[in-house]
């Protein structure tokens, strides 16, 4: 049933009482409050209404023929088409186990019999006014969610949709963030003699200012004055950019990697990131020692060092953020660096794609459908 235009915004209130002169009386009370009132003899005829109208609000009395108020409530709810009905039952009944009964079968509110117009009107007033701004919590709620949706869509687009075609180094990756736009960012750039640097960034918080920071640092990073093959000027020119950030609670976890197959070695300046798991052939999976700072936008460090590593062929580089081993599941379990290891150790001949694909597989059976508390990224990189 279809309202007119002027009444799509009237609260529609359907009196459901076998007594005539109670009907009466409701109608008198609420005429004139600016409410559509429709009414009903019996609990067969106001499910009939209520699933045609679907009213904003039904008082309801409990004791009817046939069908009483409690029955009509538990289907009322029961339907997803009236489960947002609001119900307030009306009783000469004051037990109250009967009203305890009522409000467990979702009942809002209870009404007892002889009728007070103050109290009535006050109940139904204050109980429209719940569900009005509930509505527009929802509706600012899905709105907001949307554009988090359409932020999270274009923070993608800054991630790398591609790999350098490198024949030194193959690489592969996976990103998920908690919120619809986050903190994470990694990226994997090309540099002349076959070089690649590879960057990895954990902005602290979730969110839109988090996420704006990671784009801010993405059009840094490619920037023309930046020197991809100075790790510690990478992160020494993102403090400089960022210094006015000191001032706020943010901050950034980041590591650089300089890897140059050619050269069998790898350069890496670190400021309070993970460091990068090494698997190796005959070897168990090790965390990388390389020489930090503090996280990015703290402080001025007076240096940033630098670490050399060599590299072998058929060594695999693992780059990951701490929302992989802080993974938690409901019980506030966490994933921890142990299991990442025990997961990579299992087979070293495997791909980039078959180990990231593997990771996030048992990351998922970990978390058990629970979405996850903080961005998370995984990037891998085979020496060839």
């Known amino acids: 049933m279809d309202l007119p235009p002027n009444q799509i915004d009237t609260p529609t209130i359907l009196v459901v ?4 002169m109670n009907l009466s009386v409701l109608v008198r009370i609420l ?54 009905t609001i119900v307030i039952f009306l009783s000469a009944l004051g037990d109250v186990s009967d009203k305890v009964s009522g409000l467990e079968l979702g009942a809002a ?24 701004l509930e509505r527009d919590l929802r509706a600012s709620r899905d709105s907001l969610a949307a554009e988090m949706r359409s932020a999270g869509e274009m923070q993608q687009l800054l991630l790398p949709r591609t790999f350098p075609l490198n024949g030194g180094v193959t690489f592969a990756a996976h ?7 986050g903190g994470d960012y990694y990226d994997v750039l090309p540099i002349e003699g076959g070089r690649v640097g590879v960057f990895v960034a954990d902005v602290s918080g ?15 990073l490619h920037s023309a004055d930046v020197c991809l093959d100075d790790p510690a000027g990478i992160l020494d020119n993102m403090n400089r950019h960022f210094a006015y950030l000191s001032e706020t609670s943010l901050f950034a976890t980041a590591i650089y990697a300089l890897i140059e197959p050619a050269a069998s070695h790898m350069q ?33 460090p007076q240096a940033i060092p630098v670490s050399k590593h060599e590299l072998r062929k058929g060594d695999t580089l693992v780059f990951y953020t701490d929302g992989i081993t802080e993974c938690q599941t409901a019980a506030e379990e966490m994933f921890g660096l142990e299991s990442l290891v025990e997961i ?23 978390a058990q459908g629970l979405e996850p508390h903080d961005d998370q990224t995984i990037l891998v990189a085979s020496i060839h």
């Open 206 to 220: 979730h969110g839109a200012r988090a996420a704006i920071i990671m784009a801010m640092m993405r059009t840094l």
């Open 17 to 20: 009482d076998d007594s005539p």
């Open 344 to 366: 990579l150790g299992r087979d070293h001949s495997r791909s980039p794609e078959d180990l990231v694909r593997d990771v996030i597989e048992e990351l998922d059976s970990f």
């Open 268 to 300: 890496i300046a670190c400021a309070g990131h993970p460091a990068p798991l090494l698997i190796r052939s005959g070897q168990p999976v090790s965390q990388i020692q390389c020489d930090g700072t503090t996280p990015l936008f703290m402080f001025w």
């Open 175 to 181: 990103y998920r963030t908690s919120l619809h736009a």
């Open 31 to 84: 005429e004139g409050s600016s409410y559509r009132i429709l009414v009903a003899r019996s609990g067969s005829g106001a499910l009939e209404i209520a699933r045609r109208v679907h009213p904003d609000l039904m008082l309801l009395d409990v004791a009817m023929p046939e069908m009483n108020g409690f029955e009509v409530c538990r289907e009322i709810k029961q339907d997803p088409s009236t489960l947002e």
């Open 109 to 132: 509110d209870y009404i007892t019999k002889p009728f007070q117009s103050e109290e009535v009107l006050a109940r139904v007033r204050g109980q429209l006014l719940r569900k009005r």
